[in-house]
């Protein structure tokens, strides 16, 4: 393992965040996903974790006014554990910030423990719940909030 960068997603990054995607979630995105906001959605931000050549971690946003809409976290599970995913979405939050975003919100599955603790290291609060949000399986989705104000662990 070389050492971890984290740095701005370049079009290059594609294709393995679709494969990384596969990887970690039920419903990944196509890499045309990823196109459409990595080269082509001037209110998206993503960051790129890289371990040499190998992407091994991303966050997403679109920016909206002075709020960031947080669209995806992945870490590969070979680097999980290691607050690699905790420093991807502080380096996001660096980026958006020089962007004037001030606010951050998510949905997340209440099922997933994982990402639940992580956010809530972050400083993001619940705020509401959206009922059957996930269309795999109808799980509702809690909706959370952080602001730039907010004390991190
Ligand atoms: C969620 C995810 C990004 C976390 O990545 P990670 O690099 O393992 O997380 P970190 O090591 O940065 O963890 C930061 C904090 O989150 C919490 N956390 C992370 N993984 C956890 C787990 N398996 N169980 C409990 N808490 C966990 C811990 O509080 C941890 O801090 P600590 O180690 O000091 O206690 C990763 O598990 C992942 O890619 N999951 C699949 C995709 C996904 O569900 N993304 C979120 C969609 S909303």
Not at 4 to 25: G, N, P, T, Y
Not at 108 to 119: H, K, Q, W
Request: with cysteine; charged share 30%; net charge negative.
């Amino acid at each position: 393992m070389q050492e971890v960068i984290i740095r701005i997603s370049e079009e290059k990054d594609i294709h393995q965040m679709a494969e990384l995607d596969k990887i970690c979630f039920r419903s990944p995105w196509s890499e045309a996903s990823f196109t459409a906001d990595i080269r082509d959605n001037e209110r998206a931000l993503y960051v790129t974790a890289a371990d040499g050549d190998k992407v091994v971690g991303y966050a997403g946003m679109w920016i909206i006014f002075d709020e960031g809409h947080i669209t995806n976290v992945a870490v590969h599970p070979d680097y999980r554990g290691k607050h690699l995913g905790k420093q991807i979405v502080e380096f996001l939050f660096e980026e958006a910030a020089k962007r004037g975003v001030e606010s951050q919100t998510l949905e997340v599955r209440p099922s997933n423990a994982p990402a639940l603790a992580l956010y809530t290291k972050l400083g993001f609060y619940p705020a509401g719940i959206r009922k059957g949000y996930y269309s795999d399986n109808g799980e509702d989705a809690i909706i959370m909030w952080r602001n730039n104000m907010e004390r991190v662990e």
